[in-house]
């Protein structure tokens, strides 16, 4: 058996993990500044990192752990649109401070990128075992079905989550799988299952970004630069204390960013879409589809075989993904959730 699974996963995903596993008030993955006061500064592992004494430049753009998801959202589409914009422009040194543009907004980026990596490793850390907790979870039992039979000879599953839940629960599982481009990303032998994560994961560690003194770098080139050699796993996830960090942050359009370690992961999806061929399945679950990463999920689309077998998880869709998967695929079916997935593995009956 020479059939493929490629599987595409957003925010949705884990938002249906959470949702399965009772969590989803207490980890919020949708308002991510709905927790702030209780994440820890990394300088003194003291709760409070979103703060006025930590983080002024987010403070005084009304960032606040009680603003709604809708608010939330909307403060960081306008951080992350000017830092997209700032990417485009070739930086030249100005002839006096005078003539400086207020930089409130790429100084909260700086806030905003360490703040995320320390919140999802917040959220890690408050969980000690995760499998225990999603026993009637069809995602999970759909891979422990399909990475134990035949059905498939390889698994691809690029996620844009930051998060490591899905690594988690393939080691709990002791599930072999290998997370491609970063050293130290094997666990087990023969992997059949690779993660793709080209939005990178708090489970990216630079080899020189360790600080003993910890504070925001407003210094610092904003987009910090490297490559996939740089970075090691490591799953023994502290308090943060990164300055290079390998995380594109929501609403990020990372064609502009130009992150080399982004770009090469990119490029090793875009190969493994291309060697999608008819009867081999691509499924997605949990993509917004928005207008910043539309083009990184066309990418995807146009590489694989029209024929290949799609399938779309999602209680609400953007209407233009629906459209398109209908438009580019003769065999595409969309299911409203995961509950679709019983039964699926057609050789483990």
């Not at 875009?270 to 990463?293: E, I």
């Not at 869709?317 to 509950?339: D, G, I, K, R």
């Amino acid at each position: 058996m020479n059939k493929k699974l490629f599987l595409v996963l957003g925010n949705g995903f884990s938002i249906d993990l959470l949702t399965h596993a009772n969590l989803i008030n207490e980890l919020d993955v949708i308002n991510l500044f709905n927790n702030g006061s209780e994440v820890y500064w990394p300088g003194n592992n003291t709760a409070g990192f979103l703060s006025y004494r930590h983080c002024p430049n987010l403070w005084n753009l009304g960032a606040r752990p009680n603003m709604t998801s809708q608010e939330s959202m909307s403060l960081l589409e306008d951080i992350i649109t000017c830092v997209n914009v700032y990417a485009l422009r070739n930086m030249t040194p100005r002839a006096s401070h005078s003539d400086k543009p207020n930089d409130i907004y790429i100084k909260a980026y700086h806030e905003l990128s360490i703040y995320l990596r320390t919140l999802f490793s917040f959220y890690n850390n408050k969980i000690d075992t995760i499998t225990d907790k999603l026993s009637d979870w069809p995602w999970l039992n759909y891979l422990k079905e399909v990475s134990s039979s035949n059905e498939y000879s390889e698994i691809i599953i690029v996620t844009y989550n930051y998060d490591v839940w899905l690594e988690r629960i393939l080691r709990e599982l002791d599930i072999p799988h290998k997370v491609s481009m970063i050293h130290g990303g094997d666990y087990g032998v023969n992997p059949k299952i690779k993660i793709l994560k080209p939005h990178g994961s708090i489970s990216f560690y630079h080899t020189t970004q360790q600080v003993s003194e910890f504070n925001i770098p407003y210094d610092r080139e904003i987009l910090s630069d490297a490559v996939t050699d740089d970075f090691i796993i490591n799953y023994d996830i502290p308090d943060s204390r990164c300055l290079v960090n390998a995380m594109i942050p929501p609403a990020g359009d990372s064609e502009r960013f130009k992150h080399t370690w982004a770009g090469q992961i990119k490029q090793s999806v875009s190969a493994f879409a291309g060697k999608l061929k008819s009867d081999d399945d691509l499924m997605f679950c949990g993509l917004s589809y928005w207008h910043v990463d539309r083009s990184e999920i066309d990418d995807i689309l146009i590489k694989c075989s029209s024929e290949v077998n799609v399938y779309l998880f999602n209680p609400k869709p953007n209407p233009a993904f629906n459209a398109v998967l209908t438009s580019m695929f003769s065999n595409y079916v969309f299911h409203t959730n995961s509950n679709a997935l019983k039964g699926r593995c057609k050789r483990c009956q």
